[in-house]
Nanobody, 127 residues
Framework: EVQLVESGGGSVQAGGSLRLSCAIS????????MGWFRQVPGKERVGVAA????????FYPDRMKGRFTISTDNLKHTLYLQMTNLQPADTAMYYC?????????????????????WGQGTQVTVS
C-alpha cells in the first residue's frame, strides 16, 4: 500500500519561506511521477511542481519558476517543496502525490489526472 504524509505547512508573512515534506512509503519500481499540488476552497486543484524519477527532470508552471523548488532524497522516500518569496495568493492546502506514468518526463505531469496516490494535505497560510 502506498502512503504519503505531508508536513511543514504553517503560517508565514509575505516574503517568507517554507519547506514542505512528504514521506512516501510503498512506492516501488521506478520510474514514476512525483508532484505537489495546491487547492483553495471552491477552486480546482492545480499543479505547482513535478518531478520524473526516471530522469530527475522537474517541471513548474511559469508563475512558480524561481520561487518553488521540488526535490527528493536519494532513495525517493521523501519529497520536498521549497517555497520562497511567498505571497498571500500562495495560501492553499498543499498536497503531494505520486503516480505511475509510461509517457516519460513532460509538463503533463503538472496535471492531477496523472497521479493515483495522494497525501492528506498540509495548510499554508501567507499574510
Amino acid at each position: 500500500e502506498v502512503q504519503l504524509v505531508e508536513s511543514g505547512g504553517g503560517s508565514v508573512q509575505a516574503g517568507g519561506s517554507l519547506r514542505l515534506s512528504c514521506a512516501i512509503s510503498g512506492m516501488r519500481n521506478s520510474p514514476y511521477a512525483m508532484g505537489w499540488f495546491r487547492q483553495v476552497p471552491g477552486k480546482e486543484r492545480v499543479g505547482v511542481a513535478a518531478l520524473y524519477t526516471g530522469s530527475d527532470h522537474t517541471f513548474y508552471p511559469d508563475r512558480m519558476k524561481g520561487r518553488f523548488t521540488i526535490s527528493t532524497d536519494n532513495l525517493k522516500h521523501t519529497l520536498y517543496l521549497q517555497m520562497t518569496n511567498l505571497q498571500p495568493a500562495d495560501t492553499a492546502m498543499y498536497y503531494c502525490a505520486v503516480g505511475r506514468t509510461g509517457a516519460g518526463p513532460g509538463a503533463y505531469l503538472l496535471f492531477d489526472t496523472e497521479y493515483q496516490h495522494w497525501g492528506q494535505g498540509t495548510q499554508v497560510t501567507v499574510s
